[in-house]
């Protein structure tokens, strides 16, 4: 298991498509969701809920590991 302590947060999109302009978010992320095919997706604490509905490839029920202090 790695810890990615400088890893930023892409928006609630991952930084991925058309929906996610305008998204960017250089918080640290602290969250890292599963997705199925896909690398992992890194969030801050305020995109985790968002990103969970919105991002391509998210599992359901999620798959979520703390990657890093709050
Ligand atoms: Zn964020």
Known sequence: MSIHRDVRCRGPY???GVQ???TECSE???F???RHN???LRVCPIHLGPSLLVASGVLW???IRLV???
């Open 61 to 63: 029920p999620p798959d």
């Open 38 to 40: 896909r690398p992992p």
């Open 32 to 34: 890292e969701v599963a």
């Open 28 to 30: 640290p992320a602290v």
């Open 20 to 22: 996610a302009a305008g």
């Open 14 to 16: 991952a930084g991925e």
């Open 68 to 70: 890093a202090r709050p």
